[in-house]
Each structure stands twice: as structure tokens, then as C-alpha cells.
T-cell receptor, first 114, second 115 residues
């Protein structure tokens, strides 16, 4: 009875490296959402994906950030050439996409850029 | 565009005090409303949700929320808080049948309950 699984839980990257964050949704869920959490700023919506499609990426920075949710495998949030300002907790959530349903959250990945 | 406002960023209460956290949303159509709680170092967990019907919604751990459509509000309440309620609370909105189903969160309210 696995919920949303995110890995790694903690990720340390040097400036300029790439960060890859993975999210496996609740079994049977086809909708995935990524959020960034910074202290005092709450949860900022980044991107909403269905299998093989990006539905809404209005919260994604225009450069260096990308996300995918392939037909097989987990959803990936990729941050290229990380900078110190990318340090945050990144949460993934999933839902069935049905009307009137809640989102289920993973434990998050805490990214630290040194 | 949908948005959520939580007016209280930090709240400090003594045990047994009553709690009310404000939440207002901005969206003209049908909405689903949620309150989530995040205990220190943990992920977000659902406290309660409103989809339709009775505007007074009861959730886990003695929490309840009231949907007032005319005020675009969904305030969270608990009659008597406990030390274990220390956490961050997030209000969220998700557009209903007409929306894209993304969940928009407020900035959160950090509640500290003093023993």
C-alpha cells in the first residue's frame, strides 16, 4: 500500500551540476504535481503532468527546469546547472484526476546546493 | 487564475485554547477546498476536504472547517488545541468540473501550541 514515493530524500549538489528528483505516484494515479517549498513562502505550484503530457507548467522557471512523466516509470523533475537559490524542498503529489478527489503527497526531496 | 490567501502566518496558542485559521480563495466557479497539515519534518497530510453538500466539514483530530460561499472563505477551526497540533497548516483550492484540477496552496500558517 505504497503512497507517493520520492527519492532521494536528500540531495546535495554543487553549483553547476544537475539535480534529478524522482516521484512514483500512488498506484493507479495518472496525475502528478510538483511543488517547491521555501521557508515562509508556502507551497509554490510548479508543474502538473499526466502520463506523457505536461498539462500546466505555469509555475516552472523558464530556464534550467524541466519535468516529465513517461508512460513507464516515475515522474522526473530535472534541474540543470543548479544555483544556490534552487535549494528548497521539492514535493510531489499525485491524484487519480477524477472529479472531487484530493492530492496525496510524498515525503519530499530536500535539495541543497553548495 | 485561482489563488489562496491565508492571513495568519504565525499563530501561538496555549493548550486548550480555541483555534481559527483564515482562508480565502479567489475563483469564480465551482471549487474543491482542502486543509492539509505538515508536522515538522514530514509530508503534507489531508485534514479535511469540501466538495459539495453540508458547508460544515469535519476532519480528523477534531478539526472542522466551514465553507462560506458568499465570502469565498474556508476557515479551519478546532475548539481546543493540543501541543501535538503544533504544525504548519495549508489551505488549498482545486477548480471543480470546469478547471484543470491543479491544486493551489496558500502560504501556510505555522501554529505553535504551548504546553
Amino acid at each position: 500500500n505504497a503512497g507517493v514515493m520520492q527519492n532521494p530524500r536528500h540531495l546535495v549538489r554543487r553549483r553547476g551540476q544537475e539535480a534529478r528528483l524522482r516521484c512514483s505516484p500512488v498506484k493507479g494515479h495518472s496525475h502528478v504535481y510538483w511543488y517547491r517549498q521555501l521557508p515562509e513562502e508556502g507551497l509554490k505550484f510548479m508543474v502538473y503532468l499526466q502520463k506523457e503530457n505536461i498539462i500546466d507548467e505555469s509555475g516552472m522557471p523558464k530556464e534550467r527546469f524541466s519535468a516529465e512523466f513517461p508512460k513507464e516509470g516515475p515522474s522526473i523533475l530535472r534541474i540543470q546547472q543548479v544555483v544556490r537559490g534552487d535549494s528548497a524542498a521539492y514535493f510531489c503529489a499525485s491524484s487519480s484526476g477524477s472529479l472531487n478527489t484530493e492530492a496525496f503527497f510524498g515525503q519530499g526531496t530536500r535539495l541543497t546546493v553548495v | 487564475a485561482q489563488s489562496v490567501s491565508q492571513h495568519n502566518h504565525h499563530v501561538i496558542l496555549s493548550e486548550a485554547a480555541s483555534l481559527e485559521l483564515g482562508c480565502n480563495y479567489s475563483y469564480g466557479g465551482t471549487v474543491n477546498l482542502f486543509w492539509y497539515v505538515q508536522y515538522p519534518g514530514q509530508h503534507l497530510q489531508l485534514l479535511l476536504k469540501y466538495f459539495s453538500g453540508d458547508p460544515l466539514v469535519k476532519g480528523i483530530k477534531g478539526f472542522e472547517a466551514e465553507f462560506i460561499k458568499s465570502k469565498f472563505s474556508f476557515n479551519l477551526r478546532k475548539p481546543s488545541v493540543q501541543w501535538s497540533d503544533t504544525a504548519e497548516y495549508f489551505c488549498a483550492v482545486n477548480a471543480g468540473a470546469s478547471g484543470t484540477y491543479k491544486y493551489i496552496f496558500g502560504t501556510g500558517t505555522r501554529l505553535k501550541v504551548l504546553a
